[in-house]
């Protein structure tokens, strides 16, 4: 069944097929961050993590960029306090998308800039267009990577490169951010809504539990001993092993047919 919930600063919608269509809908402002439109990513969030419908979510922005940070112009009092901003909007936010425990997909359709760049890091993949252009941002303007970029970058292009780009505030490209390993995907601007439903769909249909698990030993793993990722492997493998998704896995594997895995 399609939903739609209406929002002023984002578009929020759930397909038939399981994916929500997150979109940043400032396109005059280039989808630059306000305390209203993080406030809305939250609740988006909350609401795609309550529905049991939705399988995946999908963020991208209206327009021609998917967004270029915090607006520089919108709030000026968040730059007097600038502690105080981040951790009571900015925070929120990413806690919510990290909390909503279901596959999430950054479609990245221009220009992602700053805070903007962090919240397409913090999604599990990344599809972009040729076109797209990620840019560190917060150098240009004497200030340090946040909204999870200082984790989240150097997690999926090490250190070396990470420091390369933000500290001589280095733009990639579309293309150089596949080749980087930055993005999952890359295409051409007119094929990629259809790459990233591709994406989408395929995530729509794996085993909900056992995909929270793997993310979750995955972002552990780099903290731990050989001997604590085993006994977190073993934990997060007794858990889906008593589901019923393991069930029908096994019972699709036996009659050779596709699994239908329904989270529990
Ligand atoms: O509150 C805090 O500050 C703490 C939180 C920090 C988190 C952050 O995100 S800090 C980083 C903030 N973002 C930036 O510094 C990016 C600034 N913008 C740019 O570097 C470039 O505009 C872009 C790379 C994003 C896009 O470049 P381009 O050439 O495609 O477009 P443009 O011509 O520069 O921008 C078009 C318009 O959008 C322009 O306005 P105008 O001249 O037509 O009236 C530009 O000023 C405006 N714009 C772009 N980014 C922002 C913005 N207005 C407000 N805030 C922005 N972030």
């Not at 961050?33 to 939250?42: K, V």
Request: glycine share 8%; hydrophobic share 45%; proline share 5%.
């Amino acid at each position: 069944m399609e939903q739609a919930t209406r929002f002023q600063n984002i578009l929020y919608e759930v397909k038939p097929d399981g994916v929500a269509w997150v979109t940043l809908n400032r396109p005059d402002a280039l989808n630059s961050f306000t305390g209203d439109l993080l406030a809305e990513l939250a609740a988006a969030f909350h609401q795609a993590r309550q529905n049991e419908e939705v399988r995946v979510v999908v963020i991208t922005g209206a327009g021609r960029a998917f967004c270029a940070g915090q607006d520089l112009r919108a709030n000026p009092d968040a730059i007097n306090d600038l502690k105080t901003w981040l951790k009571t909007t900015y925070r929120p936010m990413l806690m919510a998308l990290q909390d909503l425990a279901k596959p999430t997909v950054a479609m990245v359709n221009g220009v992602a800039a700053g805070a903007g760049f962090s919240l397409a890091l913090a999604c599990d993949f990344r599809v972009a267009s040729a076109k797209a252009r990620f840019v560190p941002a917060f150098g240009k303007i004497a200030l340090v990577p946040d909204s999870g970029m200082s984790i989240n970058l150097p997690r999926l292009i090490g250190y070396g490169r990470a420091l390369e780009l933000l500290g001589l505030s280095r733009d990639l490209t579309g293309e150089e951010a596949f080749a980087w390993g930055l993005v999952n995907r890359v295409c051409p601007p007119d094929e990629l809504v259809d790459k990233t439903t591709e994406l989408a769909g395929q995530l729509a249909q794996v085993a909900p539990l056992a995909f929270s698990h793997t993310k979750d030993l995955l972002q552990r793993a780099p903290l731990l001993t050989l001997n604590e990722a085993l006994a977190l492997e073993e934990a997060a493998q007794g858990r889906v092993g008593s589901s019923a998704d393991f069930r029908e896995g096994l019972a699709a594997f036996e009659e050779k047919r596709p699994p239908r895995f329904s989270g529990k």
